[in-house]
């Protein structure tokens, strides 16, 4: 559905061991980009679909448009309970700030297990697996 995403930061180097951390836990690569950015994916071999996270303007922003100025929410998906755990306690050893605990969220019949991490930019990380009750 979505083939790339992107975002600035406000520093790269931090940005980078946060999602280094949390992104390993959850099996996918940080790859480089540039000397200003990187990316998110699957792995270097499954380029796509890709998040971007760098310093440098995008050519199609407005002068109006400021790093962080409206935090983002991303929720990446796991693969079941102690991938999330895992991501949690990831995300917070490498300078990240609890948002929520891993533990379940919204109606039980959802059956949906997450956690939230603000990054260094204060966005809203997510992990979260869906497991529904059988009927």
């Known amino acids: 559905m979505i083939d790339h995403m992107g975002f600035r930061v406000g520093d790269l180097a931090k940005a980078r061991?946060?999602?280094?951390?949390?992104?390993?836990?959850?099996?996918?690569?940080?790859?480089?980009?540039?000397?200003?950015?990187?990316?998110?994916?699957?792995?270097?071999?499954?380029?796509?679909p890709f998040i971007w996270i760098g310093t440098d303007e995008p050519a199609f922003w407005k002068a109006a448009h400021r790093t962080s100025a409206s935090p983002i929410h991303l929720a990446f998906r796991a693969a079941d309970h102690a991938t999330v755990d895992a991501f949690y306690r990831a995300a917070?050893?490498?300078?990240?700030?609890?948002?929520?605990?891993?533990g379940p969220r919204g109606p039980k019949e959802m059956g949906y297990y997450a956690a939230f991490v603000l990054d260094p930019d204060g966005n809203n990380v997510e992990a979260g697996v869906r497991t529904p009750p059988s009927s």
């Open 92 to 102: 917070l050893a490498a300078g990240g700030t609890d948002n929520g605990a891993p």
């Open 17 to 48: 061991v946060f999602y280094d951390a949390c992104t390993k836990a959850l099996g996918l690569a940080t790859l480089d980009n540039s000397e200003n950015s990187f990316l998110i994916g699957s792995s270097s071999t499954e380029p796509l």
